[in-house]
């Protein structure tokens, strides 16, 4: 057996092994003393034993008494001393003394054990105020009927008031102080700590030194009745947002003057060539002159939609699509004649896809109007059917591609047109719009009509 355990044995710590074995010993001791009654010492030895029974159990605890009886009866066998009590008592002394002796060992063990765990409560206390103390966040506790029970370091430093002069107060008068000209901020942070929901509030009271700082409050009541409040203060936090809102209004602000800019210049570039178109008799220049207006307008068109965006990130396609195409039905008279739809719902662009795109809709719309639709048919198309241009736009999430479409049912291209040797203005601008600026690519369906496919990531 290991040390260890033979000291569990010997000095066992729960109190109900200790009585089993105080009881088990008494009741020994008193067969022994019956049986051999001549071997028990006097009755001032048998007095002895007692008090020498109950110092060895408060010292000892329960295995005093069991040892040391056992020593007195061993001595008063090997010393043969005269018995001056009669058999019958000294069972009673021995047994009497084993069983006390243990009962103070119990009782000595268990005051122990509370002054253990006394110790380590205080110990707990001094580490939790420790905590509430230096904490970096602003505590207070206030009990049922106000009475202040913490106001930690941080909170004092922020309000300008100390412990002592908290401890002096009481809630209603803290908040009659720190919310004085202010009843509906003080009602707000009397009604937060009667609800103690543990949800985190803006509040707004004044310091010592008289500033408003902004403070966030959460309160959470106790068993007792205690409310403990948490707060930190984010009048930085505000203020720093606050200039950020400023910085951002201010770009806002620059951004439009440069937008406003840019669309006046370009609206001042397409009167001039309209002026010029207008100068000349030649029907070729002439369309030369009104290709270039149509080109500038979808590029005025997109940062009219920029300025529309107050985050300047997205354009909604499906309506400036609309736009455009609406606009070049009217420049080449094809409202009522010619049927035009447009599918890109709830598609959004950033600036660097939506000007190729507005462009290369701009040019092969343009192209369905004056190819297409321009002869003798008047607007009809393939085999005598009504003329119809689509423009959808749409997006293939797996292969993360978007897909343009534009097609007629017109009589379509020349079999013979090669888009990659195109040398037609218009062409060589789709093309490099879209393996240039949109870095993707461009091809021809003659299946049905005329069905221009614009693949980019």
Not at 210 to 217: E, K, Q, T
Not at 423 to 444: F, H, K, N, P
């Amino acid at each position: 057996m290991t040390r260890n355990g033979l000291s569990h044995l010997l000095f066992p710590r729960s109190p109900v092994v200790r009585i089993g074995v105080i009881t088990g010993s008494t009741a020994l001791y008193a067969l022994l003393m019956v049986i051999l009654p001549g071997l028990m010492g006097s009755c001032a030895e048998a007095a002895a034993a007692v008090v020498l029974v109950s110092a060895a159990g408060y010292l000892l605890g329960p295995a005093g008494g069991v040892l040391v009886p056992g020593l007195l009866f061993l001595l008063n066998t090997l010393l043969g001393s005269e018995p001056l009590l009669p058999p019958y008592m000294r069972p009673v002394l021995y047994g009497a003394g084993a069983l006390l002796g243990g009962m103070v060992g119990c009782s000595t063990a268990s005051a122990r054990k509370l002054e253990r765990a006394r110790r380590e409560l205080a110990r707990s206390e001094e580490r939790l105020r420790t905590i509430l103390e230096h904490a970096p966040v602003m505590i207070q506790a206030f009990t049922a009927d106000g009475r202040c029970l913490i106001w930690n370091r941080e909170l004092a430093r922020r309000n300008g008031r100390t412990r002592a002069e908290a401890e002096r107060m009481t809630l209603d008068d803290i908040l009659a102080e720190d919310y004085a000209g202010n009843p509906d901020q003080a009602r707000r942070a009397y009604q937060l700590w009667r609800e103690a929901d543990g949800a985190f509030h803006e509040l707004k009271p004044r310091t010592v030194a008289g500033d408003r700082p902004v403070r966030m409050w959460a309160s959470y009541r106790l068993s007792d009745g205690t409310t403990i409040s948490l707060g930190y203060d984010v009048s930085e936090l505000k203020r720093a947002e606050a200039r950020l809102r400023e910085l951002v209004e201010e770009k806002q602000s620059l951004l439009e003057q440069a937008r406003d800019r840019v669309r006046s210049s370009i609206q001042i570039v397409s009167s001039l060539l309209m002026f010029q178109a207008r100068r000349f008799e030649d029907g070729l220049v002439r369309r030369a002159l009104e290709e270039s207006r149509s080109r500038l307008r979808a590029v005025a068109m997109v940062h009219e939609e920029l300025g529309r965006s107050l985050t300047a990130s997205g354009i909604d396609m499906d309506r400036h699509i609309r736009r455009i195409v609406a606009e070049l039905s009217d420049l080449h008279g094809g409202r009522g004649r010619v049927e035009v739809q447009v599918e890109a719902p709830g598609v959004e662009l950033g600036p660097e896809g939506a000007l190729p795109v507005s462009l290369i809709v701009n040019e092969l719309v343009s192209n369905s109007f004056e190819h297409a639709f321009s002869g003798q048919g008047g607007g009809r198309g393939e085999g005598g059917a009504a003329g119809r241009i689509l423009v959808r736009l749409s997006e293939d999430p797996e292969e993360g591609q978007w897909t343009l479409e534009v097609s007629d049912n017109g009589p379509g291209p020349p079999a013979d047109l090669d888009v990659e040797r195109a040398g037609t203005l218009g062409m060589i601008l789709v093309r490099s719009l879209a393996e240039t600026d949109l870095r993707g690519s461009i091809r021809l369906d003659r299946t049905e009509g005329t069905r221009w496919i614009v693949r980019f990531p």
